[in-house]
């Protein structure tokens, strides 16, 4: 098994792409170019990280990070996957994560916050193709893309490090007339999560419990799920997801316990059956 180190060196190279800041329903506030760069150093027990940013009116302007450890509210898996963010949500505080998973030569990244009165305010899409590549982007993801059976193998990483749990999952999405769908979701020892959603352009609106969910679907096949409002005493998820092809799909999800503390990270990989 992949050391925690040896899975943040998959994302070695230059990555060109831009930051793309969204609206609550999807729509694009401001895109700016970049390049991230993430070099190896003294046989990769450093790495040298530039994150670039280009302005129409501006010089660039470089954020420079050297590290040799990674921080307890990261963790990568074996394909270079990750995810980090806050370890601890509470009222009155700010709160979020970022995402990240790697296709070949694509990167796709997604940063969601949290203001000070728990409501989701801050969606950032970040697409990234690493330098002298050609692969072309997703398209924007469709509610019909996610129709159908869904079969998925899953890994749970904790962040004390603690074994890796690896469990089968099926994820069934189907229409419920015109504007609504529902989902279930088995995984595991039989667990069983059934759902039902609105569908609102390009948002999916889970309303049935207290805590509201909110997918919303994104260009280059992505999608974010998380609640509008984080509320105390509710378990919740924020996740990532990314249609690689028609027929296949990851998902990277952020798990928090009903006191709000983070409770780990868990990579899917699934395959449409039908």
């Not at 419990?209 to 260009?219: D, F, R, V, Y």
């Not at 316990?257 to 059956?273: D, I, N, R």
Request: proline content about 4%; some cysteine.
């Amino acid at each position: 098994m992949l050391t925690q180190w040896e899975c943040l060196l998959k994302n070695l190279g230059e990555w060109q792409g831009s930051f793309t800041r969204l609206s609550l329903t999807g729509e694009i506030i401001e895109d700016t170019a970049t390049m991230v760069s993430l070099e190896g150093l003294e046989n990769n027990t450093l790495i040298h990280q530039v994150v670039r940013r280009f302005y129409p009116d501006k010089p660039p302007q470089d954020l420079v990070l050297d590290y040799r450890s990674l921080n307890r509210s990261i963790l990568f898996f074996e394909n270079g996957a990750f995810s980090q963010g806050s370890m601890q949500w509470g009222p009155f505080s700010e709160f979020g994560a970022e995402f990240g998973l790697i296709e070949q030569q694509r990167r796709l990244r997604i940063v969601i916050l949290f203001n000070n009165d728990s409501q989701l305010n801050k969606i950032t899409l970040i697409r990234e193709k690493l330098a002298n590549t050609s692969e072309p982007e997703r398209p924007l993801l469709t509610v019909d893309q996610l129709l159908g059976t869904w079969q998925g193998e899953a890994t749970t990483i904790y962040p004390d490090l603690r074994s890796p749990e690896k469990y089968q999952t099926h994820l069934s999405i189907e229409r419920q007339g015109s504007e609504g769908l529902t989902q279930q979701l088995t995984y595991g020892e039989g667990m069983t999560i059934r759902s039902s959603a609105r569908i609102d352009g390009s948002r999916l609106l889970f309303e049935e419990s207290e805590l509201q969910i909110q997918i919303l679907l994104l260009p280059d096949g992505a999608s974010i799920n998380a609640p509008l409002t984080v509320k105390p005493r509710h378990r919740f998820v924020l996740e990532m997801g990314w249609l690689l092809s028609p027929t296949r799909r990851q998902r990277i999800i952020r798990s928090y316990s009903e006191k709000g503390e983070w409770l780990g990270a868990t990579l899917v990989t699934e395959e449409k059956v039908r």
